[in-house]
Nanobody
């Protein structure tokens, strides 16, 4: 079973930056999409950013121009650079890897103070 562990979350002031990383316990075969999701209190989990194996990147409208998703290597398959953070970005952020199976991390808290 593959385990994903996110890191890089924390408390930051509005306008600041954070970089989230996702570590995998072993290689994942047949990867076709790498994604970051987030879930704010009382809200549904939403897709923030996704990169597919053909290199295409998709972002939620609310983060376009501020967040950048990057693919990595087998041990650190995906990261998320978050700039110009806003209070509405406060949420638990989850990495997701879809391949032969689909894998989720346990989440990392991002809190943006205004």
């Amino acid at each position: 079973q593959v385990q994903l562990v996110e890191s890089g979350g924390g408390l930051v002031q509005a306008g600041g930056s954070l970089r989230l990383s996702c570590a995998a316990s072993r290689s994942i075969f047949g990867v076709n999409a790498l994604s970051w999701y987030r879930q704010a209190p009382g809200k549904q989990r939403e897709l923030v950013a996704q990169i597919t194996t053909n290199g295409s990147r998709n972002y939620a409208d609310s983060v376009k121009g501020r967040f950048t998703i990057s693919g990595g290597n087998a041990k650190n398959p995906v990261s998320l650079q978050m700039n110009s953070l806003k209070s509405e970005d406060t949420a638990v952020y989850y990495c997701n890897v879809r391949g032969i199976g689909e894998y989720w991390g346990q989440g990392t808290q991002v809190t943006v103070s205004s």
